[in-house]
T-cell receptor, first 113, second 112 residues
Framework: EADIYQTPRYLVIGTGKKITLECSQTMGHDKMYWYQQDPGMELHLIHYSYGVNSTEKGDLSSESTVSRIRTEHFPLTLESARPSHTSQYLC????????????FGSGTQLSVL | DQQVKQNSPSLSVQEGRISILNCDYTNSMFDYFLWYKKYPAEGPTFLISISSIKDKNEDGRFTVFLNKSAKHLSLHIVPSQPGDSAVYFCAASPSGFNKFYFGSGTKLNVKP
């Protein structure tokens, strides 16, 4: 049902590396989100975008950055990964309007050694 | 300060029985509520939702109940099946905003 894609699914990298997590959706959604989730914890909103060239930080402080140059694409970048960044990163999008559900991608499981 | 709380980290039920998952919220501005199912290392998938103008919504084996005065909602799964074993997240969105707040999840185990 959901046409929202994340790559890579799994990523293991060393400390200090720069990484970009990709997220694309083909539904034409204006609203896109990045959540971070650790086992047994709630999903924390780290970034969101309501349209092209619009990005905002979420409720959980994050050292990552995002960009929204095209409607369908919402990548997340970590300039210098650290072990504390180890987590699952989930991208989501939704239709315009309220009372509309979020569609999630499959997530990226990031491990920083 | 967590605005959506799922106080039961886990729940185990027998196949064929009812599963009841609970969720409490503190923000009276929330007017749209959702339940998601999640498997490890995968993204959440949408199950069912309810707006604050209703107190019940059904979809097949899944029913969500909303008690606004108690700021409480629950998800009922009847009958439970082994394939329902997963983590279930409750989420809420405030009126006029396009943001969602999630609980910490309840891990459901349905035993054959």
């Amino acid at each position: 049902e959901a046409d929202i894609y994340q790559t890579p699914r799994y990523l293991v990298i060393g400390t200090g590396k720069k990484i970009t997590l990709e997220c694309s959706q083909t539904m034409g959604h204006d609203k896109m989100y990045w959540y971070q989730q650790d086992p047994g914890m709630e999903l924390h909103l780290i970034h969101y975008s309501y349209g092209v060239n619009s990005t905002e930080k979420g409720d959980l402080s994050s050292e990552s950055t995002v960009s929204r140059i095209r409607t369908e694409h919402f990548p997340l970048t970590l300039e210098s990964a650290r072990p504390s960044h180890t987590s699952q990163y989930l991208c989501a999008s939704k239709f315009e309007g309220f009372n509309e559900k979020l569609f999630f991608g499959s997530g990226t499981q990031l491990s920083v050694l | 300060d967590q605005q959506v709380k799922q106080n039961s980290p886990s729940l185990s039920v027998q196949e064929g029985r009812i599963s009841i998952l609970n969720c409490d919220y503190t923000n009276s501005m929330f007017d749209y509520f959702l339940w998601y199912k999640k498997y490890p290392a995968e993204g959440p998938t949408f199950l069912i939702s309810i707006s604050s103008i209703k107190d019940k919504n059904e979809d097949g084996r899944f029913t969500v109940f909303l008690n606004k005065s108690a700021k409480h909602l629950s998800l009922h799964i009847v009958p439970s099946q082994p394939g329902d074993s997963a983590v279930y997240f409750c989420a809420a969105s405030p009126s006029g905003f396009n943001k969602f707040y999630f609980g910490s999840g309840t891990k459901l185990n349905v035993k054959p």
